[in-house]
């Protein structure tokens, strides 16, 4: 359990850091008294114990206040909301593609200000382009548009949803004109490509909606499934069907660590189903859930390979630990918070619910068939209520 306390003893300081912004010699003062108690006290191990849960919170609000310096000359950020500007990038992700439009995210280089100055500034933008010409992961673009702040409404922060991905600019009215390609990682090009034919082979051999269902199921692509059949799961309260999630990964797990077995041997074929969990993480995109449920599975792998039994609740405070490593931001996702939320219920809550409803069954029923029979149910009934707890 000290994994876990430690975890949420950094996660808090993100968490506080979030709301009270405090200086950074506040955060160093903290961290050595906590570091003088842990390594200078003999006492307790409940007492050591605390002195590195101060460490861990202090070491969680440093990340964070790091993560977000104030923005300089250099930074595309300062140059929000000077009106036209021209812009020159790379395209860093893949394309989000809508029914109208694409959005793209761009790594920006260089800057032409409306008076005709040229600066070198750096920084991510969302820029919205017209649906064609369809641009690609790696293409430099020189794009024309309106550079602004994005925008707060009082039931949602676009400003915020798009920090989290490490973007503070918007170009809207965007016109793009694709003056160089290639220049992005080859393996993840690589994977878009085969993302992209895999999409276009299930359109070839499904219709419509199912398509896009399945499109959405097994590539991670919800933007393509049409609203009133998302509403409707949004309705039965369905939507974790769609989504990728650790049955996901534990298949591909299983499937890489399967067919390298008898190839390289059981111990290698643990790193080479952990390297299949990777790459299929960054095939289907990378959203927080799934990069929660990649993590808990290689920590598992990595358990097994070692002979040691994996702790549940200790996953899954390593992952919330890495995930807010690389984005302290990623606290504030909600997919990252429901995610977490119904893995914690699946944890406490899954095997009491089997026990209590095999006691229940074992009144009318011998106590053999009564296992039978929560077994049968506990994938359709009892998983699902325990995430809903």
Known sequence: ??????????????????????????????????????????????????????VALALGAARL?????????SSLTAYNDVGRVTLEGVVVGEPDERESYTNLRLRVEQLALPDGREVEATGLALVKVDRYPAFAYGDRLQVAGLLETPPEW?????????????????????????????????LYAALLALKRSAQATIGTILHEPAASLLTGILLGIESSIPTDLMEDFSATGTTHIIAISGFNITIIAGIFAGLSRRLVGRRRATWVAIGGVALYTLFVGGSAAVVRAAIMG?????????????????????????????????????GFQLS????????????????????LLGHITSPHQAERAVGWISEAL????????
């Open 1 to 54: 359990m000290t994994l876990v306390y430690l975890s949420v003893a950094w996660l808090a300081g993100i968490a506080l850091a979030r709301a009270l912004s405090p200086p950074w010699q506040a955060l160093l003062l903290l961290g050595l008294v906590g570091t003088v108690g842990l390594i200078g006290w003999k006492g307790p191990r409940r007492t050591r114990l605390l002195c590195a849960c101060v």
């Open 65 to 73: 206040l790091v993560s977000h310096p104030p923005p300089d000359a």
């Open 298 to 334: 290689a920590l598992y792998l990595w358990g097994r390979h070692l002979g040691r039994a994996t702790f549940a609740p200790a996953s899954l405070a390593g992952a919330g630990v890495l995930m807010t490593a690389l984005n302290p931001l990623v606290l504030e996702d909600v």
């Open 154 to 186: 009082e039931d949602f922060s676009y400003r915020d949803y798009l920090a989290r991905q490490g973007i503070h600019s918007l170009v809207r009215e965007a016109r793009a004109t694709r003056i160089g390609g290639g220049e992005g990682n080859p």
């Open 382 to 389: 009892l998983v699902t209520l325990a995430a809903q707890l």
């Open 340 to 359: 977490f939320a119904a893995t914690v219920g699946l944890v406490l809550y899954t095997a009491p619910l089997e026990r209590r409803a095999a006691q």
